[in-house]
Nanobody
Framework: QVQLVESGGGLVQAGGSLRLSCAASGRFFSINAMSWYRQAPGKQRELVAAVTSGGSTNYADFVKGRFTISRDNTKNTVYLRMNSLEPEDTAVYYC??????????????WGQGTQVTVSS
């Protein structure tokens, strides 16, 4: 059984920083891409950033230059460092990880979500 556990959300003032973590645990064969999404009230879930197994990264335009995604393959963990936070960044942040349990195919797994609130 695969589990993703997120941590690091909270309340911060505009201009502040937070770091989110998402750790995968359980029995599985390998991990491919790891991503962060967010969902604000009344809005659809949107991709924030992604990192491949080889370390290539991709960012949404609205976070470029402010957020950094990274991963530690030894810990099966993905991070999201968020700097220069703005009230518009307020949302529930979810990690998404492509995991192969058997080695045959990859499936999407989601974290439980962590609330990030940025006050003005």
């Amino acid at each position: 059984q695969v589990q993703l556990v997120e941590s690091g959300g909270g309340l911060v003032q505009a201009g502040g920083s937070l770091r989110l973590s998402c750790a995968a645990s359980g029995r599985f064969f390998s991990i491919n891409a790891m991503s962060w999404y967010r969902q604000a009230p009344g809005k659809q879930r949107e991709l924030v950033a992604a990192v491949t197994s080889g370390g290539s990264t991709n960012y949404a335009d609205f976070v470029k230059g402010r957020f950094t995604i990274s991963r530690d393959n030894t810990k099966n963990t993905v991070y999201l460092r968020m700097n220069s936070l703005e009230p518009e960044d307020t949302a529930v942040y979810y990690c998404n990880v492509h995991i192969s349990v058997t080695g045959n195919m990859y499936n999407d797994y989601w974290g439980q979500g962590t609330q990030v609130t940025v006050s003005s």
